[in-house]
Nanobody, 125 residues
Framework: QMQLVESGGGLVQSGGSLRLSCAAS????????ITWFRQVPGLKREGVSC????????KYDESVEGRFTVTRDNAKNTVYLQMNSLKPEDAAIYYC??????????????????WGQGTQVTVSS
């Protein structure tokens, strides 16, 4: 059974850092393009960052450019999102999503068939 599991969320002060992990089980994450999304209850889910399955391309929403970094460790079957200089407006539930061998970083949520359950990020001011 294919499963994505996010972890690493929590409560952090403004200006602090967190590293989120997206771990795969039941399939080889190296074959999948992964995008991180976030959602505040009642608002639209938005794409935050993406890394292609080859690792050659990454993409960031302008709101996180320069603060967030997405990487992948195929040996650990895991993708990471390093979040630095966190702001209160970064608070949301963060999800990772996967699409098989997608060549581009499309950050539209409708593109991705596989999703994790999410991890909560809270940033205090």
């Amino acid at each position: 059974q294919m499963q994505l599991v996010e972890s690493g969320g929590g409560l952090v002060q403004s200006g602090g850092s967190l590293r989120l992990s997206c771990a795969a089980s039941g399939f080889t994450l190296a074959d999948y393009t992964i995008t991180w999304f976030r959602q505040v209850p009642g608002l639209k889910r938005e794409g935050v960052s993406c890394i292609t399955w080859t690792g050659e391309s990454t993409k960031y929403d302008e709101s996180v450019e320069g603060r967030f970094t997405v990487t992948r460790d195929n040996a650990k079957n895991t993708v990471y999102l390093q979040m630095n200089s966190l702001k209160p407006e970064d608070a949301a539930i963060y999800y990772c999503a996967a699409d098989l061998m997608r060549l581009d970083c499309d950050m539209g949520s409708w593109v991705y068939p596989y999703w994790g359950q999410g991890t909560q990020v809270t940033v205090s001011s």
